[in-house]
């Protein structure tokens, strides 16, 4: 047959030269029709040709082939696309009519090219020599180019440096060898700005039969996520408050350190602010935010280039110093306690605040994240126990105080809950009469664990865990019952309750001693209170404040181990004080010690002129006894007379107690 006869013949069956074609997924017969949907002609197919239409995919695309059509041979072109699962369909033409071919093929993928066209995506098709084949709305829009002004140029010159263009260029040619789809993020000029883009690049065949490969670019601006995904990451690595890196990321930079540090050692400087609580409790939250960001700021400005500093939370600090020795962590630790010495300019305010530092490095003191951290934070607790505003040095005999301090965490708390504590009462001597004129409540913890506990060992962990609060209200209830039943038994005994500085910035100090008044009927009132010389340091006018209220409701205060704080007479002229009592390592011993016999004549001397009552404590012995009589002391306290009894026991000891004044 000659060649261009078969659309004579397409013609003669069908009445038109570009009949419809339709196959199955289950039979090899080819249905051509004049009328889509229904079958003029069925034509068998090898299972060649019918596997070869039924590799089409969704995408419209054209094959030849060549059937039996009434006994004569035609060769076919095929344009068609898989329809469903079990259906593959298109438009057939005589091979050589172009034309026919030509408007199938238009056809065919006039849908295709629209969806190019229009995509939300920028799309760009490149040969395998980089000319530029199609270029969509969208990449005109971002661009500001025409596809007509681009098309056959070379995608590399003109998107990309001579470095981006050869590094894509040889990425490109690779992934054409094996065929790979593959995903690039690039940086992209637009008319917008430098955008960044996601590019999905896939290769595909042309389909025309011959083999032709291009790469279509399909890009997706995805800088707004990645602006808002490293927003996200910035936010959850850095303190809102001070804009310095948070817990979570100085714990990366930290793994980071030690992994990475060689020889050399990774240092940590742990610091906690010594009176943030007192701040806050006194000016509000507010201000204490404010002073956090001010400390932040001073600390920044004692470290060295490559030292990062973090906020941990609340008033906790950490620095990180990558190469680091002793002497250097030292150093700076003594740096920030000498600038968080001076006093911060809040508004019209001026507060002081200090910091308790300690020290860690790896490997020395831990070979990970998690164990260098806790030991510089142990570091940092056995230096605010050992007087604050001083830094420590990590060492393994550490282990054993935190893990007594999580011991008294559990176990006080649990203490206190159910009825533990007790109070012991120690009798305090009139100097002149000799007579039982008060006692001091001093409280002590009955541990099925441990027996009795002293104060000293457990007080300090009170206060700085927040149990003080709760501790003290009770003592000061137990007290308070035990004052109203003596009055009840007729004896004139005052009592004297532990007042700790956290417990006198507290407001309900001054209710509680209001309610336990009026709930036991003490009238007169017999109860008294004893608060340290630390107390004057942080806020001298609330404490000033306090002392007057308890007064006025029928308290005596008296200031406890009288010269081993740091108030002067000056600062006792202002404070509204009943008594002060000699600390015992001015009293022990005093008779063999001219230069404590001196101090105690100058301290009575000036609480005479204060118009003060002069306490001793601590009185072991006769000669001691004998000196405070001689030097006008009003009451005296110690061993010698009693040591502290639970009441049953004080008041057996009162009924056999004979007193002695000075004159017998």
């Known amino acids: 047959m000659f060649a261009d006869q078969g659309p004579m013949l397409l013609n003669v069956h069908f009445g038109t030269s570009s009949p419809y074609w339709h196959l199955t997924f289950d039979s090899n017969a080819l249905a051509l029709t004049a009328v889509k949907g229904k079958t003029h002609i069925a034509v068998a197919l090898s299972d060649l040709d019918a596997a070869k239409i039924r590799r089409l995919s969704g995408v419209t695309a054209s094959l030849d082939l060549t059937i039996q059509l009434a006994g004569e041979p035609i060769h076919l072109h095929l344009v068609g696309r898989r329809i469903n699962k079990f259906e593959w369909g298109g438009t057939a033409s005589a091979y050589t009519d172009t034309q026919a071919v030509a408007r199938d093929l238009e056809h065919g993928l006039s849908f295709a090219e629209q969806v190019v066209s229009e995509a939300n995506s920028v799309i760009v098709i490149v040969d395998q020599h980089g000319r530029i084949q199609r270029f969509n709305r969208l990449s005109e829009e971002y661009t500001g180019l025409q596809e007509q002004d681009v098309v056959g140029k070379n995608v590399f010159q003109l998107f990309m440096s001579p470095e981006e263009a050869k590094v ?43 083999k032709e490969v291009f790469l279509i670019c399909s890009g997706t601006d995805i800088t707004e996520e990645r602006r808002a995904r490293e927003h ?28 990475e540090r060689g020889d050399s050692s990774v240092g940590l400087v742990y610091l906690d602010l010594d009176n943030f609580k007192k701040v806050n409790d006194a000016y509000g939250h507010m201000f204490g935010d404010r002073l956090l960001v001010e400390v ?43 600038r968080l010495k001076k006093p911060f300019h809040i508004g019209l305010i001026e507060v002081y605040t200090g910091c308790s530092i300690g020290i860690a490095l790896c490997p020395e003191h831990g070979h990970d994240l998690d164990s260098l951290i806790r030991s510089a934070d142990t570091a940092m607790y056995v230096a605010k126990e050992s007087g604050k505003r001083t830094f420590t040095v990590f060492s393994p005999e550490m282990n054993q105080r935190v893990a007594e301090y999580m011991w008294l965490d559990t176990n006080l708390r649990k203490g206190l809950e159910q009825n533990q504590l007790v109070v012991y009462y120690q009798p305090k001597i009139n100097a002149r009469s000799g007579d039982v ?97 630390s107390s004057l340091i942080d806020d001298e006018n609330r404490v000033r404040e306090v002392i007057t209220q308890l007064r006025t409701l029928g308290a005596q205060v008296h200031l406890d181990d009288f010269g081993t704080g740091y108030s002067s007479l000056a600062q006792l002229a202002r404070i509204p004080l009943d008594a002060i009592k000699l600390d015992q390592s001015f009293v022990r011993g005093v008779d063999l010690n001219p230069v404590a016999q001196s101090l105690i004549r100058a301290i009575v001397a000036a609480a005479e002129a204060l118009q003060f009552k002069v306490i001793a404590e601590g009185v072991e012995t006769e000669s001691e ?40």
């Open 625 to 664: 006894s004998q000196f405070l009589d001689s030097v006008g002391v009003d009451g005296k306290q110690g061993f010698l007379f009693a040591r502290p009894m639970p009441p049953e026991q004080f008041e057996a000891w009162l009924q056999s107690y004979r007193p002695q004044s000075p004159a017998q």
């Open 296 to 338: 932040s700021h001073s600390i920044l400005s004692c470290l060295n280039h490559g030292e990062a500093l973090a906020r941990l939370g609340g008033d906790e600090f950490l620095v990180l110093v990558s190469k680091a020795d002793q002497l250097l962590l030292e150093e700076l630790a003594l740096r920030i306690i000498e």
């Open 232 to 259: 996200l990451r910035v936010l959850a690595n850095t303190d809102t408050l001070t804009g310095l890196p948070n817990r979570n990321a100085i714990q990366d930079l930290i793994a980071r350190a030690v992994n």
């Open 437 to 533: 004129c008060s006692v001091e409540a001093l409280v002590r913890w009955d541990s099925p664990e441990r027996g009795l506990i002293s104060p000293l060992q457990f007080i300090s962990y009170a206060e700085e865990s927040g149990l003080i609060a709760p501790l003290g209200r009770w003592v000061l209830e137990t007290a308070a019952k035990q004052a109203a039943k003596w009055q009840q038994q007729g004896l004139n005994i005052r009592v004297a309750v532990n007042l700790s500085a956290r417990q006198l910035v507290d407001d309900s100090v001054v209710d509680d001693f209001v309610r336990v008044q009026k709930e036991n009927q003490l009238s007169p009132c017999t109860l008294d209170f004893e608060l340290t010389e």
């Open 168 to 210: 894509s260029r040889r990425n490109i040619q690779g992934f054409f060898r094996n065929g790979s789809s593959y995903e690039v993020e690039r940086l992209i000029k637009t008319v917008k700005g430098e955008r960044l883009f996601l590019f999905r690049n896939k290769f595909v065949h042309s389909g025309s039969g011959k």
